[in-house]
């Protein structure tokens, strides 16, 4: 079983930049597909980023061209880098992590499909 830690939140300013860092522990991360997702408040958790074993990645409509999902398998880290910052992208930023194995890539966008999450970083970004 994996563990998983979120870090690198905090405040921004529109069109600015932070790196979100997901720790693993327990298991090596080249078993699992990650994933990120988003929860703004009043909001129902949604995709953000998906990196699949095979290292294919998906993104949403709404940051595709700003966030990159990287991992570094040697260090058990998967990274989100997030460039020109909007306001919107304000929320709780879940890492998430799946050993199930799929050849159908539209199940990276569901939050079902993984089976282990972080704690949440939360991410500000004032206009």
């Known amino acids: 079983q994996v563990q998983l830690v979120e870090s690198g939140g905090g405040l921004a300013q529109a069109g600015g930049s932070l790196r979100l860092s997901c720790a693993a522990s327990?298991?090596?991360?080249?078993?699992?597909?990650m994933g990120w997702f988003r929860q703004a408040p009043g909001k129902e958790r949604e995709f953000v980023a998906a990196h699949s074993r095979s290292d294919n990645t998906y993104y949403a409509d709404s940051v595709k061209g700003r966030f990159t999902i990287s991992r570094d398998n040697a260090k058990n880290t998967v990274y989100l880098q997030m460039n020109s910052l909007k306001p919107e992208d304000t929320a709780v930023y879940y890492c998430?992590?799946?050993?199930?194995?799929?050849?159908?890539?539209?199940?990276?966008?569901?939050?079902?499909?993984?089976?282990?999450w972080g704690q949440g970083t939360q991410v500000t970004v004032s206009s």
């Open positions: 327990g298991r090596t991360l080249s078993s699992y597909a």
């Open positions: 998430a992590a799946s050993d199930t194995v799929t050849y159908y890539s539209g199940f990276y966008y569901r939050a079902a499909f993984y089976g282990y």
